[in-house]
């Protein structure tokens, strides 16, 4: 459990720096998910 909250603290902190670099790209995805 706990190492799934650390991947997932990772994999949103990728989505970020994802974000700043591509905002049209991965604002999509962030719509999509809702």
């Known amino acids: ?3 799934d909250s650390q ?3 990772l994999a949103i902190g990728f989505r970020l720096s994802a ?3 591509q905002p ?3 604002n999509s995805k ?3 998910q809702g």
Do not use: C, N, S, V
Request: proline share 0%; glycine share 0%.
């Open 1 to 3: 459990m706990i190492l």
């Open 24 to 26: 049209i790209a991965d």
């Open 19 to 21: 974000y700043d670099r």
């Open 30 to 32: 962030l719509k999509a």
């Open 7 to 9: 991947i997932t603290i």
